[in-house]
């Protein structure tokens, strides 16, 4: 998802902080007139923020349902255990109370007094050595069962943990929601806003790369996973951008990351900030086909690096997946899967 779109500094003052108008952006890359002659350079630059910060609301929406799609499955894995549990305490109770009903049908006398009604000697000593077994035996019995409840109470008090845990994590997505929702409406609305010339103007300054860029490595995958990641974000060329999706269908700029390295059998992480650690960090210059290309320090964007100095990446609302300068934004780092 490509929304922010101010020009990285070079390399020697990427640290620094330099404020350069949208306007400006879009006649360096057309050969167009000063800045100063657009009377919509501040709408722009609105549409810009806006679209930045939906993209940083739309990775932490796809933070929290990730968050919220691994509560589901330890609460899942807590009731399989639960259900388990319980059934094993069920056994236990039904052997001790077969125990119990024998007595109870020998008339409800202590065992050990019973023994006494015994004439033979000899008997009494048997039956007093099986009663001294089956009494160890049952409170062993007893003792297994106590524990087990105990340990079901603390499974279900944990299972009533993660419930909670899930349902805060629904309202949080449902709040990034929210937000995204609303801030992808504004920036719209004040994209519709400007004359054609100047939204075909906007899109064209977001898809322009700076100067004096550095050389890139070579145009082939350095990997058979790789080159089946880039085989597959090709196949997705065109598709809708659709925030918080992650194909086939359509993707934000994350979710076409993770589905094209799923079509290669590899898994990566839902949001871009974590796709930044999901392998090894390259130096930009040998940048290679499959590379995931991180941008902004925020890590709140990516795209895959195609060679030739061109990624493939989901933009933003409007603007179908497709290819564009590496340079188009801030490149943060280079991470090969």
């Excluded at 879009?26 to 910060?53: C, H, I, M, N, W």
């Amino acid at each position: 998802m490509g929304f922010h779109r101010r020009l990285a500094p070079s390399g020697s003052d990427r640290g620094a902080s330099v404020a350069v108008s949208f306007l400006a952006v879009a006649a360096a890359a057309l050969g167009a007139v000063p800045a100063a002659a657009s009377p919509y350079d501040d709408t722009r630059a609105k549409v810009d923020r806006f679209y930045e910060q939906a993209e940083k609301a739309t990775e932490a929406y796809n933070e929290a349902d990730e968050r919220a799609d691994e509560l589901r499955g330890e609460v899942r894995t807590a009731r399989d255990r639960i259900a388990r549990q319980q059934q094993r305490i069920n056994s236990m109770r039904e052997s001790l109370g077969s125990l119990a009903g024998a007595q109870y049908r020998s008339g409800g006398i202590d065992p050990s007094l019973a023994l006494l009604f015994s004439d033979d000697p000899d008997d009494y000593l048997d039956e007093a050595s099986r009663l001294d077994r089956i009494t160890a035996h049952q409170a062993g019995e007893l003792k297994e069962l106590q524990e087990a409840m105990r340990e079901l109470d603390q499974e279900r008090e944990e299972a009533a943990g993660k419930l909670r845990e899930l349902e805060k994590s629904r309202k949080a997505v449902a709040a990034h929601k929210k937000t995204v929702e609303r801030k992808l409406a504004t920036a719209r609305r004040l994209l519709n806003s400007l004359p054609d010339a100047e939204r075909d103007a906007y899109d064209r300054a977001s898809r322009s790369g700076r100067d004096g860029f550095p050389g890139f490595g070579g145009a082939t995958p350095v990997s058979g996973r790789g080159a089946a990641a880039v085989a597959a974000a090709r196949s997705a060329l065109g598709k809708p951008y659709v925030w918080g999706a992650n194909g086939p269908s359509g993707f934000d700029c994350s979710g076409l990351m993770q589905w094209s390295y799923a079509q290669a059998g590899v898994s990566l992480p839902r949001t871009s900030q974590a796709q930044r650690f999901a392998g090894r960090q390259v130096p930009l210059s040998e940048a290679r086909p499959g590379d995931l290309v991180v941008y902004r320090g925020d890590a709140s964007h990516v795209g895959m690096y195609m060679g030739n100095g061109q990624v493939i990446h989901a933009p933003y609302p409007g603007a179908p997946v497709r290819y564009d300068p590496v340079g188009m934004m801030p490149v943060s780092s280079v991470t090969r899967v």
